[in-house]
């Protein structure tokens, strides 16, 4: 009997198909080099998100490191018309061993911020060429690069790591990095 319990439980973990809150929270890369990751990234893939909906195309994160170690966010994407939505927040790093998880707040009232979301960096190619950040909930999650393309090789390796973690990388809808072309 417990025999068929534990391969109920490992043979699901294995495919992947647990429910992530039943898989643990994802594993986050041992070191992040902050002054390597700071910089400006392209958006390959997200999962879908309600604040980012009005983001069509051309999805960018720049990160600046300040002299007090926090960090600049500037997001900017493209919407359906062409114009540019931008939005400017803040990172503060919460495990200074590591570096490789951050709260980030995009809301602020006269200086105070009350609303910090998580961004746990999950993982990270050795040359610093692509991160995977998400929550540890699995509910926010993107893939990121320093060109706006990763090759198809490159690309399964991280929605392999994706399937270890205990992601659906078919759940990660591609960011076109040009304006799209209706009828394409």
Partial sequence: MLHQTVLAFVVPLALGILHPQEAGPPTRVAHVDLHRYIGLWH??????NRFQN????GVTAEYTLRPDGRIDVINRCYRKDGSLDEAKGL???EDTESN???KVSFFSILGWRPVWGDY??????GDYSYAVVCSPDRKYGWILAREPRLS?????GIYEG????GFDPSAFQATPQEVPVPGR
């Fill in 152 to 156: 198809a090789d490159v690309l399964e």
């Fill in 54 to 57: 009005q983001c069509v195309w």
């Fill in 91 to 93: 990172a503060r790093v």
């Fill in 43 to 48: 958006e390959i893939a997200r999962l879908p």
């Fill in 120 to 125: 746990w960096i999950i993982d990270l190619a």
């Fill in 162 to 165: 994706l399937r270890r973690q």
């Fill in 100 to 102: 490789s998880l951050l």
